[in-house]
């Protein structure tokens, strides 16, 4: 069974549209990240949630909004795709108050915008 | 705030030789210390973490990190490399409970045979 999945894995789509990332983690972790991963692998937060609620909302542009239906899927939905948006896309869970465990990642959203 | 420095951008090694990938760290508090492993097309796996106690820690795939707080860092070593350790390395300093991890921008590691 896999921990953190993704889907999809592989995504192209034209500039404008509106398009959305699944992720979930069956590890029973409170907490759910989304990292961008640019073309030159720099990581960068984009979201968390703990419990369903949103703690971390980094300088991301609006047009993204991550959802949280429970505490083991965190989807995040982008509108008005662009170009600049092109990059793999990371969901992460952690267990509660573990600060020390590390993350466990999906495998990634790879996105093209076209 | 928070930061990590991976002073190499590409290593390259002989299979059989040894290791070391550098890490240097910022943070205002007794950090929580991470290293992953990204292989071509996948997702990070956790190698090791240290957070307290013995600062030599031992990880998976045969890995292991030393974290010395009078230099900041936390470096990432290995006796003998193997073409499959052939990857990308990322170092990453943590905060306690839901806090953010800030990774590195890693260092990719070629294996000459």
């Known amino acids: 069974d896999t921990a953190v999945s993704q889907t999809p894995k592989y995504l192209v789509t034209q500039m404008g549209n509106d398009k959305s990332i699944k992720c979930e983690q069956n590890l029973g972790h409170d907490t759910m990240y989304w990292y961008k991963q640019d073309s030159k692998k720099f990581l960068k937060i984009m979201f968390s949630?703990?419990?369903?609620?949103?703690?971390i909302n980094e300088t991301v542009p609006n047009r993204f909004s991550p959802k949280s239906p429970d505490k083991a899927h965190l989807n995040l939905h982008i509108n008005s795709l662009e170009l600049g948006d092109s990059a793999v896309y990371f969901c992460?869970?952690?267990?509660?108050?573990?600060?020390?465990?590390?993350?466990?990642f999906g495998s990634g959203t790879r996105l093209t915008v076209v | 705030a928070q930061s990590v420095t991976q002073p190499d951008i590409h290593i390259t090694v002989s299979e059989g030789a040894s290791l070391e990938l550098r890490c240097n760290y910022s943070y205002g508090a007794t950090p929580y210390l991470f290293w992953y492993v990204q292989s071509p097309g996948q997702g990070l796996q956790l190698l090791l973490k240290y957070f307290s106690g013995d600062t030599l820690v031992q990880g998976i795939k045969g890995f292991e990190a030393e974290f010395k707080r009078s230099q900041s860092s936390f470096n990432l070593r290995k006796p003998s490399v193997h073409w499959s350790d052939a990857a990308e390395y990322f170092c990453a300093v943590g905060a306690a409970n839901a806090g953010k991890s800030t990774f590195g921008d890693g260092t990719t590691l070629t294996v000459k045979p």
């Open positions: 949630y703990n419990n369903k609620e949103l703690i």
């Open positions: 992460a869970s952690r267990a509660p108050g573990q600060g020390a465990s590390g993350y466990t």
